[in-house]
């Protein structure tokens, strides 16, 4: 016998019902997204596009690398351009760089999209991926 009582004891007419999402495709949702997606454009933007540089220079690195396996003499004059020193900057490029950059900008975006809340504080977010980069 069902009295109107859920298991917690709440009562059916006390209990808190989740607001209802706007309909989709509708014009409050579409505003909604387009403010949510303002707020992010900045912070989003300069951890992708940096993510992408780092991705390039890595590449790069990993080229040279490979390149210093089957040719070892290949740029012998230069000291920073050995396989021990390349290796390690192309792994710390593409660890650091590519996948630390690009994953926290995917995270900020899907964080405000799926919360439905404008990101916090953009500038300071901003700041923190030029400071990353010059780190």
């Known amino acids: 016998m069902n009295d ?3 298991p917690g004891g709440a009562s059916a007419s006390t209990a808190a019902a989740p ?9 409050v949702e579409r505003l909604t997204l387009a403010r ?9 933007l300069w951890f ?21 396996l ?12 050995t ?5 390690p900057a192309h792994l710390n490029a ?11 900008g995917v995270i900020l975006w899907l ?3 799926l919360s439905r809340v404008p990101l916090a504080f953009p500038r300071l977010l901003t700041a923190v991926a030029v400071a990353w980069n010059l780190a």
């Open 36 to 44: 949510i997606d303002h707020s992010c454009r900045l912070p989003v």
């Open 4 to 6: 109107g009582v859920h």
């Open 94 to 104: 593409m660890i650091y760089g590519w996948g630390a950059m690009a994953g926290i």
């Open 111 to 113: 964080q405000a999209r």
């Open 83 to 87: 396989f021990g020193r390349v290796r």
């Open 19 to 27: 607001a209802p999402a706007p309909p989709a495709g509708s014009e």
């Open 48 to 68: 992708i596009v940096s993510g992408v540089c780092w991705l390039l220079l890595g590449s790069m690195l990993a080229l040279v690398a490979s390149a210093k």
């Open 70 to 81: 089957h040719t070892p003499d290949m740029m012998t004059r230069w000291s920073w351009a």
